[in-house]
């Protein structure tokens, strides 16, 4: 085929800011939220913030696929419901997890009858969502876009590790994911205007440094976290200090440590701000979690739980989500691949007062 | 947590038509496209049309995993030398395969140092890809986005239902998944303003009718195509009549059957304007593909194929490409599930002459 066109330069974007970051001018808001997690979960030093503790993992289905898909209809229901609208009033879903083909998400979206827009950058997928619905909700494709996570300990366990009866033993440097499910109900200003709002957004490039570990993911993780916050804050021109939180996904204390080691590099040090949603959803104390939670939920629901009330108070201004995904597949880690990683960033913005 | 919202009447939103249709005012370009397929769709009636045929299913690498990797990333290099761009100079991919944890398109997009926004509906990926690109192009978020899906046949088949080795019997009513990528790269009519443009999208919704048989994906599949063209017709104002050619992915023989039943119920009658481009990617006479291609990248290559040079050349002023995903994994067949389903739709439409 012959070339019709050639390269142009790039002119001025309205909405784009330097390489990977984009400016929502029309601030959108997060309306509501909703959680349900686990009883470990529930057990954990936030329990007492989400919405839903479940009794069991069960959840009343017969098996941890369909707790899982419950709970993330059920996050879905709840949110709608804190909005006191009918979930058929929110114009598009964009939900993902961790199981194969995005199941949990597929499935019970089927519920909705509303559209759906399928996501999957792993344990990114919350702030992937939080991206593309801004997107949606700023450019006036949508009026309210629902984005949803979850994520199940013994699904996960039982397709990406081992048989979940074998009880084999975990390495330290190994993380629990978080069996949760959480729903954010993005809008327009207009409907939402003292609500926390996103204004900015970098998208992540997938980063390689070689890693094979899948009971290390943190480690493979912090490079990409690195690259997307030092390419957030050269993008939009900010720096740690214009944040009091940057809350990165499930890095765990093993990634955490490594993340700042990366970011010191760079002359960047966020030690002061940083907090890890891997870190504070368990008590490593009283719970056998290793290095820490992980799962796309477990940043959605630290987020959602713990610091989204403290920026409707106006307690927290401005918080940076960094949730980070590791890429690999049982395929690839027997084809002895190394563990790719992605982290998307968006920044969340107090609106009150 | 208490309510601090109240569910408002979506006030009027300047690009959203109806319950799940968008409009793209600024009309984004299709500016490129790039297919490489197998040695099978090769040897099929459009082998002819493909940029780039492979003599064989490993593609120079040592795993068929690897082969459809290495297939992206070419087609993704092939498209941006159509434009004479080097790869860096798009803003963000959105890629999107059939491979557990979208793992084709997570190490493909490794190499490229761009963003990637990983998205995944089956083998709707396609048009979810275009839908979502078009929003980005469209509002100002990005100057050129980039488009990838594939599959493989080997790959898929030996993931999805049998190893490969055992040469399981197929039914009928069977497809075959195509050996092939393809990367779309749309952008801004100030770039590309003789290139097709993309008009409108409708978002399918998760549909299941309850079918439960993976040798049978059309029949799964053709409801949420007649739910998304019958969607599309009243969001729009638009008919059958409107569009010189309706593309469906990979209903197949029997799906497309289904598919005129269920439309005639509505009224519809797409027949005259109707191809399937399962049916088109190979020859039944001489290739034993029982009711026809599937995978994320048949639509995607057909149409780059066969359908956008005739949008280029105005032979063909309108057509609408609603490819179609079967939502189910190999977990979710095991634990004796149906198969939900969706399907999205695009308008492309020639801007020559």
Redesign the interface.
């Given at each position: 085929?012959a070339?019709?066109?050639?390269?142009?330069p790039?002119?001025y974007?309205?909405?784009?800011l330097g390489k990977?970051s984009?400016q929502f001018k029309s601030e959108p808001r997060i309306?509501?939220t909703y959680t349900v997690v686990g009883p470990m979960e529930g057990e954990g030093p936030l329990g007492g913030l989400f919405?839903t503790v479940l009794p069991d993992t069960l959840n009343g289905q017969t098996?941890w696929?369909?707790a899982e898909q419950k709970m993330l209809e059920d996050a879905l229901q709840g949110a709608a419901g804190?909005?006191?609208?009918p979930v058929s009033?929110i114009?598009?879903c964009l939900c993902?997890d961790?199981?194969?083909?995005?199941?949990t998400s597929?499935?019970s979206?089927?519920k909705?009858?509303?559209?759906?827009?399928?996501?999957?950058?792993?344990c990114a997928g919350f702030a992937?969502g939080l991206?593309?619905g801004s997107?949606?909700v700023?450019?006036?494709?949508?009026?309210?876009v629902a984005v949803g996570v979850a994520s199940h300990h013994d699904a996960a366990e039982r397709?990406y590790r081992f048989p979940t009866e074998l009880g084999t033993q975990r390495p330290p440097t190994a993380q629990w994911t978080v069996t949760a499910a959480a729903v954010a109900i993005l809008g327009?200003s207009?409907?939402?205007g003292?609500?926390p709002a996103v204004t900015f957004a970098t998208?992540?490039?997938?980063?390689?440094l070689g890693q094979k570990e899948p009971y290390d993911m943190g480690s493979a993780m912090a490079p990409a976290a690195a690259d997307t916050i030092k390419r957030h804050f050269s993008d939009t021109g900010r720096n740690p200090a214009d944040y009091d939180v940057i809350l990165t996904g499930d890095l765990a204390r093993v990634g955490s440590e490594l993340l700042y080691q990366l970011l010191e590099q760079e002359n960047l040090d966020i030690r002061r701000q940083h907090q890890d949603a891997g870190i504070l959803m368990y008590d490593p104390q009283r719970q056998d979690v290793h290095s820490g939670g992980s799962g796309p939920a477990c940043s959605a629901a630290v987020f959602s739980a713990r610091f989204l009330?403290a920026l409707?108070q106006g307690t927290i201004r401005r918080l940076l989500l960094v949730a980070t995904g590791a890429?690999?597949?049982?395929?690839?880690y027997q084809?002895g691949?190394t563990i790719?990683a992605?982290a998307?960033a968006v920044a969340i913005e107090s609106r009150t007062g």
């Open positions: 085929m070339e019709v066109t050639t390269g142009q790039v002119a974007l309205p909405n784009k990977q984009l309306l509501a919405h098996c696929e369909k804190h909005l006191r609208i009033d114009d598009v993902s961790l199981l194969n083909q995005n199941t597929n499935f979206m089927q909705t009858g509303i559209p759906h827009l399928g996501i999957f950058s792993a992937e991206l593309l997107v949606l700023d450019g006036g494709y949508a009026a309210r397709q327009r207009s409907e939402g003292a609500e998208a992540g490039r997938v980063l390689d009330p409707r890429l690999h597949s049982v395929t690839t084809q691949e790719p992605i998307h």
